[in-house]
């Protein structure tokens, strides 16, 4: 008996132990997480750093910062995502924010703003640096921002956060049905971040069987057990009230019907009477004046007076071209080195755009047609602020602004949306769909090429300011035998008559919407082909624009048509 009873404490304590043991398995795997997170450290937080939550998702590659108590967003985060109205210039170390009628430019290290309107400029002091420099890093504050954005923006502490919301729409909203927890991962073993009462709402951004990823209205985004939310319901959240500015457009009370006029000289134009004659319909023209000398943004005008008056009295409307070209020899030539030069620099979009406006009113001009064509991505944002500057004058001098764009799917990056708003006219350059470059043969403008250019301009820009533009052009094409493709670009009249010298009658083609021809050189023994713009693709493409209530359409270009019967046939649908 003595024996036993040792044998049992023995067994008893090796039980107890074992139990233990598995006790603590069993809570070390199956019990809830009861430590919260370091929020901030998690994030990389440093002291003065902010947490960024913008439409409802976590930006973990911004980060706001309190500098002498006021919180900044970041530059890039601002220009690129909140509001593009914003142009930061690095080379300059400056902020411009062009409204309808003026610039302000601010400047790290000062409080004073410049205000440049087209005609004067002066200092004001802002109260407090809108652009500070950290790190080498470019901030804006937050509450400037805010401003000039239709936005919320909340900012919060401990942990540091910004929640901003700029864009509204429909959403999925839960709500807790008892007090639970916000945890950093889906599972009961992730740290919590915080307590959520009962009856919160939370955007829901994704549901799962037993965890259900949300966000809170403060700016967390993290997991719930799904078991403690309600069903999911719709709601459509709504904007804030926000004073958006005013830009006054001028607006034809007709339909448009522009013809470019490409002229190389100032006694190119000398002939304009006998030009109008041949080009009956035509409300507006548009003569190719203003291109650049050089990259000191030096313009060079072809504009004369005579011309301008004598359209006039035809009761045409002279929107002067400007386009940047620069002068290469005899030549003009297409430079995007070049541009983004000019147009870099805040000093020479000035000066350009005061040399245009006061050549233009001097000789009676009715507005600029902007053809900046080659405009690279990087140099993208240079440009569309040298439009909106560009847009300040011209409002001021009651000229029209109109500027062309190729087709989106071609140049998407150029911020059609922005030119809508501060331009009063967008025209879609709707050709060039195969360029003398392309390796393979095609269309100049097929039927689903100007519609889908019409199609996605109005997705972003009013339809009572687009204009579609249209190619009295085509390529014809050739391919040697052994595979080399060349082509060569020539008007309506020398195309066809390329088909009929060699017997061949243009059929049909269902996939382009054009008719096409082709043939065997017997001379060089290269295989040709044509897709032809003719009477058939100029209807086709007129109706488009008008089945789509455009103000109207723009031809590119006088001479190339096969007779008047080309301008008369546009007018007809444009009345």
């Known amino acids: ?69 006021r919180v900044y967003l970041p530059m890039d985060l601002v220009t690129k995502t909140i509001n593009s109205r914003f142009y930061w210039n690095e080379a300059e170390q400056q902020l411009i924010f062009t409204t309808p009628t003026e610039m302000e430019i601010y400047k790290p290290l000062s409080t004073m703003c410049t205000v440049q309107s087209y005609s004067e400029s002066s200092e004001v002091d802002a109260q407090y640096e809108v652009v500070k420099q950290l790190e080498g890093t470019s901030y804006v504050a937050a509450d400037f921002v805010k401003l000039h954005t239709c936005m919320d923006l909340e900012t919060y502490t401990d942990p540091n956060r910004i929640v901003a919301q700029t864009s509204w729409g429909t959403v999925q909203q839960v709500k807790a049905d008892k007090v639970t927890n916000l945890r950093y991962k889906g599972g009961i073993k992730s740290e919590i971040l915080r307590e959520i009462p009962e009856g919160e ?91 650049f000398q050089d990259e000191s943004g030096a313009v060079i005008s072809d504009a004369v007076k005579e011309y301008v008056d004598t359209c006039h009295a035809a009761g045409v409307e ?30 020479k979009r000035s ?38 500057e560009l847009s300040i004058g011209c409002r001021a001098n009651n000229l029209v602004l109109s500027v062309d764009n190729y087709v989106p799917k071609y140049s998407g990056y150029l911020n059609r949306r922005e030119q809508g708003i501060v331009a009063d006219y967008v025209v879609i350059m709707g050709y060039d769909e195969t360029t003398a470059g ?99 693709a100029v209807t086709d493409e007129v109706k488009m624009a008008m089945d789509a209530d455009l103000a109207g359409v723009a031809s590119w270009k006088i001479g190339f048509e096969s007779g008047q019967e080309i301008w008369t046939l546009i007018s007809s649908y444009l009345q």
């Not at 400007?322 to 030549?331: G, L, P, R, V």
């Not at 001097?362 to 040298?386: H, K, M, R, T, W």
């Open 1 to 69: 008996m003595k024996r036993v009873v040792p044998v049992l404490i023995v067994l008893l304590l090796i039980v107890g132990v074992a139990g233990s043991m598995v006790w603590k398995f069993l809570g070390s795997k199956y019990m809830p997480e009861k430590e919260y997170m370091d929020y901030a450290s998690e994030l990389g937080l440093g002291a003065d750093e902010y947490a960024i939550t913008l439409n409802h998702e976590l930006l973990g590659d911004y980060a706001g910062r309190e500098i002498d108590g």
């Open 201 to 291: 709402k939370m955007v829901l951004i994704e549901a799962f069987d037993d965890w259900t990823n949300v966000v809170t209205e403060d700016g967390y985004v993290g997991w719930i057990e799904t078991k403690d939310l309600g069903s999911p319901s719709e709601v459509t959240e709504e904007a804030p009230a926000f004073d958006e500015p005013v830009y006054t457009s001028i607006h034809k009370d007709y339909k448009i019907n522009m013809a470019w006029h490409q002229v190389m000289s100032k006694s190119a134009g000398a002939n304009v009477a006998s030009v109008l004659s041949t080009i009956p319909g035509v409300n507006t023209i548009s003569p190719t004046w203003y291109y």
């Open 318 to 347: 002279v929107w002067a071209l400007f386009s940047n070209e620069f002068t290469h020899s005899e030549d003009r030539v297409f430079d995007t080195e070049k541009t983004d030069q000019v147009l870099g620099s805040t000093e």
């Open 351 to 388: 000066a350009v755009i005061h040399s245009v406006i006061e050549d233009a009113l001097s000789f009676g001009i009715d507005g600029i047609n902007v053809d900046f064509e080659l405009i690279s991505a990087d140099g993208a944002d240079d440009y569309v602020e040298f439009i909106r």
């Open 438 to 536: 392309s390796g393979t043969p095609g269309p100049t403008a097929s039927q689903s090429f100007v519609r889908e250019g019409i199609s996605d301009t109005l997705a972003v820009v009013d339809k009572s300011k687009v204009i579609n533009g249209m190619p009295l052009y085509t390529r014809v094409w050739s391919t040697t035998p052994d595979g080399a493709v060349s082509s060569f670009a020539c008007g309506m009249t020398e195309a066809l008559g390329y088909l009929t010298s060699h017997g061949v009658t243009p059929a049909y083609r269902e996939d382009a919407g054009l008719n096409y021809g082709s043939y065997t050189s017997d001379v060089d023994g290269n295989f040709y082909e044509i897709w032809l713009q003719d009477a058939d």
